[in-house]
């Protein structure tokens, strides 16, 4: 059972925030890219978050699906076998619901089949400690945060709505952290975590003449409730430079 909102306390804990993987159809290099956030930044008090669509389901879409694809069975085996490799790395995390995510599930609305015949995404992933919320809060010691799929493309105006800074995924174009001060001297910032798809894949032909491109990376909020943006810079190839920024 999904939670409208997921409440964490984050004082004296950093988070990683992961955005958009659309696995399967995520950046080759993606996994080895939060591998080594890991290693360089996290401990075993850290909280994992993710923005939500972890998994594309391309076939599953609302919209005409692009046959030269995998079908819908293709793609879960094929996802199944990646996010083994992110809950290896990564076994408890946070996830927002989100329009990819809950592709199942819109489906079955729009179709007439009662929810109660679907299984939990955690049992259809096979993770056992991933859970999904409508949004997340996060109790830091700069302030509340919170932490949804996409709810404004405007900047500023998800963080003024919910009255605490605000973070969010699902517009792979932006890629920004802006700071805003209200009249009674509080700061709070407005993030966006850009993805970490193959931007390139047939499976994101619908977005080849959007302006501006996708952005690869990931959020990040320090022990101490500063957020930061972690860039996924590619070399001339495409591939991810090894370098953390």
Sequence with gaps: MMEIEKHLNAKGRSVLIISDLHIPYHHQDS??????????????????????????KHDLSMHPSNHDLDSAGVELEKSK?????????????????SNHGALIYRRAKKDGIPLDY????????????????????????KGPVYICHGKSASFGKLCKEVGMSAVQGHYHGKFSLNWYRNPRGVDRFDMYVGCLIDYKHLAFEYGKNNLPKPILGVGYIDEDGNPYLIKMSLDKKGRWDGLIV
């Design 31 to 56: 996994v080895r890219f939060l591998a080594a956030i890991k290693e360089k930044l996290l401990s075993e008090r850290s909280i994992i978050v993710n923005v939500g669509d972890e998994v594309d």
């Design 81 to 97: 076998g990646y996010i083994k490799e992110i809950e290896r790395l990564f076994p408890k995390m946070d996830i927002c619901e």
């Design 118 to 141: 679907l299984k939990p995404l955690n049992e259809v992933y096979e993770v056992k400690r991933w859970a999904w919320h409508d949004a997340i809060i996060l109790s830091t010691k």
